[in-house]
């Protein structure tokens, strides 16, 4: 990425709706979205490096402070980088659910169904490694402070979700905790912390999804409007 100093150019958007066709897309949307499921089960069916290639610079079109966009993506089909990922996310999830996490955070997870056994890391056809730059290195070696990192990065994940989703694949935000062996597997900078693993696919043809995960806050509960 090159900077420039301040030199606007011409905003252009997508041709402006009427206020009909506004809310008839509106709503379409938000029916699509409503079905999007994190998913467990998925197929080996591959999936086109260039459509990953596509959601990828869609989610880099977030925006981000100061326009430093603090994001790294490790796009991974090779099947043996995935068997070393999911066997370093099981050891952390064998001690996460060994009682790491307390009693009161696995109870919330029984609904979910979801254990210590991670099978997808090797059968989805691409993991998403989503690192967050917690600080940039000049040419010179020299820091060089990142802004809004975490709420950057989120922005720009939750694009990249969205992106897959229209496509009709599945995914999946897998979190264990730690993620450093992220960094070790996949050689990336301690300037960078694995920020969330996404699981991208196309669903099992016998997929299914807890009953539990379905249910989402109204639209009361969740704005309001002053």
């Known amino acids: 990425m090159t900077d420039f100093d301040y030199d606007p150019i ?3 958007l997508p041709e402006r ?14 029916d699509l979205m409503l079905r999007r499921r994190t998913v467990r089960h998925f197929s080996d069916e591959p999936v086109q490096r260039a459509v990953i290639e596509a959601c990828i610079l869609t989610a880099g079109s977030a925006p981000s402070g100061a326009n430093h ?33 307390g009693e009161t ?3 919330d997870l029984n609904k979910l169904g979801t254990d210590a056994s991670k099978p997808f890391l090797e059968t989805a056809p691409w993991l998403i490694a989503v690192f967050a730059e917690r600080y940039r290195v000049d040419s010179g070696g020299a820091r ?22 229209q496509l009709g694949l599945a995914t999946l ?7 450093k062996f992220l960094n070790q597997i996949l050689r990336r900078p301690q ?6 693993l996404l699981v991208v696919g196309h669903p099992a043809d016998d997929a299914k999804v807890p009953r539990a995960a379905t249910l989402k806050k109204s639209l009361s509960e969740v704005a309001t409007f002053v």
């Open 144 to 165: 060089q402070k990142n802004y809004y990192v975490p709420e950057s990065v989120g922005i720009a994940t939750g694009l990249l979700i969205n992106a897959c989703h």
């Open 191 to 196: 300037n960078e912390r694995p920020f969330v």
């Open 173 to 179: 935000t897998h979190t264990p905790n730690p993620m």
């Open 69 to 101: 966009q603090p994001w790294h993506f490790v796009c991974v089909n090779d099947a043996m980088t995935k068997r070393s990922i999911r066997e370093a996310a099981e050891a952390e999830e064998r001690a996460f659910y060994g009682g790491k996490a």
């Open 17 to 30: 709706l009427s206020d009909e066709a506004m809310l008839s897309s509106a709503i379409a949307h938000r």
């Open 105 to 107: 955070w696995l109870s």
């Open 10 to 12: 011409p905003l252009t």
